[in-house]
């Protein structure tokens, strides 16, 4: 069984990989015994997150901008440098967006779109002959994009391009699994509810327990929820598995 749920010794790159739900799952890795590497825009910050690691696992940073195609190549320039496969892609660097809707500015569209969709689509572009020479017939390379659950139900907030930038990235998981299937590539995309994170921090401070009320299990998200559906779908026990969209948000958006 420790076999099956096993990812030691493989190689990961966790974008945006510094804070909340990322370092969450760089985090599992690294002490699950991957080799991990989390990229940001900000290296102090994931420097100190490596130093919070401290004997937990082998971990390095890589600075990168993922809203342009260029960072996107760059990053994967610098990782084929010093890796010459990639087991696991986690894309889960994002940025949102909350104005009224009289006030929603093009802008909005612009940064998160760039950032939550096409960075998606150009960076795993860019890694795929990376996963191509990691994967195999009986244990694929895998892609795990972070979508959101306000990407499959109407969201509370008046976040409208965030919401539809992961519903976008939820339907470009299956159609990339489709694609890169014959590569010995799976694709999937985790949609999370409410995690403690950066992202949620001033949401959850305002309304935190109102959210609380929303979900069926009656808590938010903790760093084990998300570590293990991460490293369920890198490992053996998830290798059958592509083109999914799997919630892990308490219940919230099947129960409704």
Known sequence: MNELFSIAGKVA????GGSGIGWMIAE???????????ASRKKEELDARIAELGDGGEMHAL?????????????GDELEAQERKLDILVNNAGANWGTPYEEFPESAWDRVLDLNLKGVFALTRRLTPMLERAGTHDDPARVINIGSIDGIQVPALETYSYSASKAAVHHMSCVLAKKLASRHITVNAVAPGPFQSRMMKATLERVGDAMVEMVPLRRIGREEDMAGIAIY???????????????VDGGISGTR
């Open 13 to 16: 790159l966790v974008t945006g």
């Open 63 to 75: 600075v990168a901008n993922l809203s342009t195609e260029a960072g996107c190549n760059a990053l």
């Open 28 to 38: 599992g890795y690294a002490r699950a015994g991957a080799k991990v590497y989390i």
């Open 233 to 247: 779908l890198a490992s053996r026990a998830g290798a059958y598995v592509t083109g999914t969209v799997i919630p």
